[in-house]
């Protein structure tokens, strides 16, 4: 079993839709939770930063983190076409942050 | 400052061969990181500097990879006799301060060994 799980897809959705993004993981001692973008043939871009447990809210999206389940979670509210993009998540148990450990990424694909 | 920089954001070799790729992180951020990922996966971490010394390798760092940051700022990624199992993007990320486990991505270099 991988450290960490998370479904490569593809999801398609239309234009509006709520999205639902999800990771597991079996690390206990993770603490640091982060989701990055990811476009085609570019450099991952970070997204959202959480500690522990809770929720986080930016904008149309939202972290949330249950370590109870170990299992994390990414909403996109009124999805656009350039949210169209691999979304991975990352995850730390250092906060010195030696190194992060990646889901290998979900492909989203929103259409007008 | 625009972020994290990398060069050559492509590089084709023949196997075999010797490659090196530089990183620049953004400016005083103190920890620095290269990972490597291939297609369908997530990056992979590969090794990571506090300032020039350099804390962790991952054990997918053989003995033909180097990393280098010898000032503290940039710093170099070296892989030697290339073989067409090196063929990945090679990222590289940098942190603000101790404390933070924020990585920053540049835009990566594409390797492909033919």
């Known amino acids: 079993q991988k450290e960490v799980e998370q479904d490569p897809g593809p999801l398609s959705v239309p234009e509006g839709a709520i999205v639902s993004l999800n990771c597991t993981y079996s690390?206990?001692?993770?603490?640091?939770f982060m989701w990055y973008r990811q476009y085609s043939r570019k450099g991952p871009e970070l997204l959202m930063y959480?500690?522990?447990?809770g929720n986080k809210e930016d904008g149309r999206f939202t972290a949330q983190v249950d370590k109870s389940s170990k299992y994390i979670s990414l909403f996109i509210r009124d999805s656009q076409p350039s949210d169209s993009a691999t979304y991975l998540c990352?995850?730390?148990?250092?906060?010195?942050?030696?190194?992060?450990?990646f889901g290998k990424g979900t492909t989203l694909s929103v259409s007008s | 400052d625009t972020g994290v920089s990398q060069d050559p954001r492509h590089k084709i070799t023949k196997r075999g061969q010797n490659v090196t790729f530089r990183c620049d992180p953004i400016?005083?951020?103190?920890?620095l990181y290269w990972y490597r990922q291939t297609l369908g996966q997530g990056p992979e971490f590969l090794t990571y500097?506090?300032?020039?010394?350099?804390?962790?390798k991952s054990r997918l760092l053989s003995d033909r990879f180097s990393a280098e940051r010898p000032k503290g700022s940039f710093s170099t990624l070296e892989i030697q006799r290339t073989e067409q199992g090196d063929s990945a993007m090679y990222l590289c990320?940098?942190?603000?301060?101790?404390?933070?486990?924020?990585?920053?991505f540049g835009q990566g270099t594409r390797l492909t060994v033919v």
């Open positions: 959480t500690y522990s447990s």
């Open positions: 690390n206990s001692a993770f603490q640091y």
């Open positions: 400016s005083e951020h103190n920890r």
């Open positions: 990320a940098s942190s603000p301060r101790q404390g933070d486990t924020e990585a920053f």
């Open positions: 500097f506090q300032n020039e010394a350099q804390l962790e």
């Open positions: 990352a995850m730390s148990a250092d906060q010195a942050g030696t190194a992060l450990i």
